[in-house]
């Protein structure tokens, strides 16, 4: 059972539009991180961020951004949308030194048309 | 970051030990070896992590190597609930808590 949940689970996007993910962690996990996973492959780090700043970037272009907020809550925005930004979109958070202790969300499935 | 590199499938049958081994030649004296499972439209889930010799849990065991450059995930006795992509990966918690993972084990329990 997951401490972590991510809304929406499924959504369905034209090229060129905006989306927002959200992701809510397990209180006091002030570490939250967001992967791409496309079909058949492993995830891909997308960026990190510990008490509400940035501190580690996969390689993803800018249009790729997030937020976290004070609540444990976090955001992905992707801008300007491409076909191949079709994945499944996961969020993971982690407690202070528990380096192992990452806990994943189901993910949101984001289709791009 | 060190790489890993796994086996991309595995077979088995009910009630089978199974074990997976991870290469990573160029881990780092700092890095800890973790291991995820995955089943589908799920994010992963950790199953275990260890940094030399030995480590079991109630799921799983983690054999480490004195030189570090492998590991071997074993499941024993495996069920058609086992079925699932398995990642290892290394990383060094004081230097990045991302996570990179590989493509994965796909692993494949028949009855």
């Known amino acids: 059972e997951t401490g972590v949940t991510q809304s929406p689970t499924h959504l369905i996007k034209t090229r060129g539009q905006q989306v927002t993910l959200r992701c809510s962690s397990q209180s006091g996990h002030n570490t939250v991180s967001w992967y791409q996973q496309a079909l058949g492959q492993g995830p891909q780090f997308i960026f990190q961020?510990?008490?509400?700043?940035?501190?580690g970037r996969g390689n993803f272009p800018p249009r790729f951004s997030g937020l976290q907020f004070p609540n444990y809550s976090s955001e992905l925005n992707v801008n300007a949308l491409e076909l191949d930004d079709s994945a499944l979109y996961l969020c993971?958070?982690?407690?202070?030194?528990?380096?192992?202790?990452?806990?994943f969300g189901s993910g949101t499935r984001l289709t791009v048309v | 970051l060190a790489k890993t590199t796994q086996p991309i499938s595995m077979d088995s049958y009910e009630g089978q030990e199974v074990n997976i081994t991870c290469s990573h030649n160029n881990i780092a004296t700092n890095d800890y070896i973790t291991w995820y499972q995955q089943f589908p439209s799920q994010g992963p889930r950790f199953i275990i992590q260890?940094?030399?010799t030995k480590v079991t849990n109630e799921v799983a065991s983690l054999f480490i190597p004195a030189d570090r450059k492998s590991s071997t995930l074993s499941l024993p006795r495996v069920s058609l609930s086992d079925t699932a992509v398995y990642y290892c990966?290394?990383?060094?918690?004081?230097?990045?808590?991302?996570?990179?993972f590989g493509t994965g084990t796909r692993l494949q329990v028949f009855p």
């Open positions: 993971a958070s982690s407690g202070d030194g528990e380096f192992y202790g990452y806990t």
């Open positions: 260890g940094y030399k």
């Open positions: 961020y510990y008490r509400e700043e940035e501190n």
């Open positions: 990966l290394v990383g060094d918690q004081d230097n990045t808590d991302k996570l990179i």
